[in-house]
């Protein structure tokens, strides 16, 4: 099948060092993430869970694990 190159999704880029880079815009960005990809609220919830789980090294560790192929993390 040959799709529309509109159609081709862009890659998120986060500046870890900047305000988008701290534990509650990554939750957020998470959850929208989630919601984007059709999640349901089990996997939304454990994803989260895991992230709020330990530290922020932690949290980085699972948002690039799940979403790491969708979302570029810059330190």
Same mark, same amino acid.
């Given at each position: 099948?040959?799709?529309?190159?509109? /159609? =081709?999704? +862009?890659?998120?880029? @986060?500046?870890?060092?900047?305000?988008?880079?701290?534990?509650?815009? !990554?939750?957020? *960005?998470?959850?929208?993430?989630?919601?984007?990809?059709?999640? /349901? =609220?089990? +996997?939304?919830?454990? @994803?989260?869970?895991?992230?709020?789980?330990?530290?922020?090294?932690? !949290?980085?560790? *699972?948002?690039?694990?799940?979403?790491?192929?969708?979302?570029?993390?810059?330190?």
């Amino acid at each position: 099948m040959i799709k529309s190159i509109k /159609d =081709k999704p +862009r890659r998120l880029e @986060i500046d870890l060092t900047g305000p988008n880079g701290n534990a509650h815009c !990554l939750l957020a *960005t998470a959850s929208k993430l989630c919601r984007r990809l059709g999640y /349901d =609220k089990f +996997r939304t919830d454990c @994803i989260l869970e895991e992230m709020m789980l330990t530290d922020y090294e932690g !949290l980085i560790y *699972t948002f690039d694990r799940e979403f790491g192929t969708l979302v570029t993390l810059w330190r």
